[in-house]
């Protein structure tokens, strides 16, 4: 998580220019963006401290210097807190390994959502549980229970590029929120083998990665081209899980009497099976 703390900063000064924080620009730049003294004397840190922070070798950093520097660095409230979850990293090495198990509470939730596809989302972005029309809309049961997983899909199934119309956007909406995860659970095996079969397997994974964009996907709009009923598009709301920061529920919400919501249901006919564990 040093390199990742490291490569954030350096990809963050790397879109602002010295005029946008109300500096002259000087000399031939060998990078884009704001040089490393620059940051250093915006945020009111000396040089040498912060090129010991970006290069994962300094003391701990207080709260104070780290919310200088999202100052300078323009960024956002994701971003902020991600700062600071790479910069003093929590070790969960000790902690055994599990398997992600959701309530019977949610998923009586999630069964109950009769007109509205959803399904359940834990560590990874793993698919641990879903409804009918969230697999009549997606078809988590027809995948591997091995593969459900979001990134894998976007990423390493063909259909993925039919599937969403924009494509561009979800997979690098997918791959922003999976590198937030990373900054949650460094020490995370599983975690770093599914990042690292996706970088052997997909060069669009590999260069989204590297750009390290990190954000969440609390609420949104996602169109899904349906081989059956064409072209739908949901607004979507994400929820927390009670009594798991770990887990969240998605739901698509279409709009009442709009063409998406006639389409879906259609699709309602067909969905006659109930949510299904990701095992």
């Not at 409230?77 to 070790?91: G, K, N, Q």
């Not at 494509?167 to 949650?184: F, I, K, M, N």
């Not at 279409?254 to 095992?279: K, N, Q, V, Y």
Request: net charge neutral.
């Amino acid at each position: 998580m040093d390199a990742d703390l490291g490569d954030f900063l350096r990809s963050r000064r790397a879109r602002i220019q010295p005029e946008d924080v109300g500096l002259q620009a000087y000399g031939r730049r060998r990078v884009p963006g704001l040089r490393r003294e620059e940051v250093a004397q915006l945020a009111g840190v000396s040089v040498d401290y912060y090129i010991r922070l970006e290069q994962g070798r300094g003391p701990s950093v207080s709260d104070a210097v780290l919310d200088a520097i999202a100052r300078v660095l323009r960024l956002d409230e994701t971003e902020h807190t991600y700062l600071r979850t790479v910069a003093r990293p929590r070790s969960r090495a000790s902690a055994p390994a599990s398997a992600q198990r959701v309530r019977p509470g949610l998923r009586r939730v999630l069964d109950s959502l009769a007109a509205a596809p959803a399904f359940v989302l834990g560590r990874r972005m793993d698919v641990l549980a879903w409804n009918a029309l969230g697999d009549a809309v997606v078809g988590f049961s027809r995948m591997p229970a091995a593969e459900r997983n979001m990134p894998r899909q976007v990423f390493l199934e063909p259909a993925a590029r039919e599937l969403y119309p924009d494509w561009a956007a979800v997979a690098a909406e997918t791959v922003a929120y999976l590198r937030l995860d990373a900054g949650l659970h460094p020490d995370d095996r599983k975690l770093a083998t599914l990042v690292g079969e996706l970088s052997l397997k997909s060069e669009d994974f590999r260069r989204l990665w590297a750009d390290h964009q990190v954000k969440s996907k609390t609420y949104g709009v996602k169109r899904v081209a349906h081989p059956l009923v064409g072209e739908l598009v949901f607004p979507y709301e994400t929820l927390g899980a009670a009594g798991d920061p770990d887990q969240c529920l998605v739901v698509y919400t279409p709009e009442p009497g709009s063409e998406t919501a006639e389409r879906l249901a259609l699709l309602a006919g067909r969905a006659a099976a109930p949510s299904a564990p990701a095992d």
